[in-house]
């Protein structure tokens, strides 16, 4: 049985589909999108797998915590957590307003701890379980406007390696998997045109964006890791650094 935050789209949907084929029963929730979570369901039901869709905010405590029990009432267990839900708001570090840092951090980092936190306390009881957050490359690679989302993003990959050290004596894993720019509603923005596209694609040795089932894998024996799933951009942007760091040392010598 599984649960998958923000799976009415995107690498949610694409999770929630292949943890079905995996032979689990779905929990999918969503915030908004109550007919896009219900196409989920219908897609997982036609696998012969047990689904249900489940409408909560998890930045909320209650929500979140509700969201939890009303999983495991309606499969009758939790075995994978995969934490998705998330939000991206851009703009410069010098326009970034309170309430914008606020809202990316209570949906990113408290939303995925709070549903993290319960589905431990359910695996506990159990004697295993997987969790799995979704973070975003940009967590290891700056990039201009993103100073909020990837500051939040950081947050996910620290919370994983600590819940993975905690968890780890009661046979739960966890773990947290970076995807760079990924086809989904969230990244329109920054391929909105030719250029910007071309732009985003110059940084991907592998010549494409991503797409939401790249992210959508299963890790059985792996725990306090880093999954960078971005085709190749963050070895691409460590050797234009070094080779930007280089020409600077001879311009200086």
């Known amino acids: 049985m599984a649960l998958v935050t923000g799976a009415s789209r995107g690498i949610g949907r694409a999770t929630a589909l292949a943890l079905a084929r995996d032979g689990l029963d779905v929990a999918v929730n969503y915030r908004v999108t109550h007919a896009a979570a219900e196409e989920v369901v219908a897609e997982i039901h036609a696998m012969g797998r047990r689904a249900t869709a489940i409408q909560a905010d998890v930045g909320e405590g209650n929500e979140a915590r509700r969201l939890l029990a009303w999983t495991v009432e309606r499969l009758g267990g939790l075995d994978v957590l995969v934490s998705n839900a998330g939000v991206l708001e851009k703009a410069a570090v010098l326009d970034v307003t309170e309430d914008s840092w606020d809202r990316t951090f209570r949906v990113n980092v408290k939303g995925g701890f ?140």
């Open 114 to 253: 709070l549903c993290a936190q319960a589905a431990a306390r359910h695996m506990v009881a159990a004697g295993a379980g997987r969790i799995v957050f979704v973070a975003s490359s940009a967590a290891l690679m700056a990039e201009p406007h993103l100073a909020t989302y990837a500051s939040a993003k950081g947050a996910v990959v620290s919370l994983a390696r600590a819940m993975a050290l905690e968890l780890a004596v009661h046979n739960i894993t966890v773990n947290v998997v970076l995807p760079g720019t990924t086809l989904t509603g969230m990244a329109s923005s920054s391929i909105a045109s030719p250029e910007a596209l071309q732009r985003v694609l110059s940084r991907y040795p592998l010549g494409r964006l991503g797409r939401p089932e790249d992210t959508a894998e299963d890790a059985g024996w792996i725990t306090g890791q880093t999954l960078v799933v971005d085709g190749g951009c963050m070895i691409n942007n460590d050797k234009h650094n070094v080779l930007q760091f280089g020409s600077r040392s001879l311009s200086a010598a």
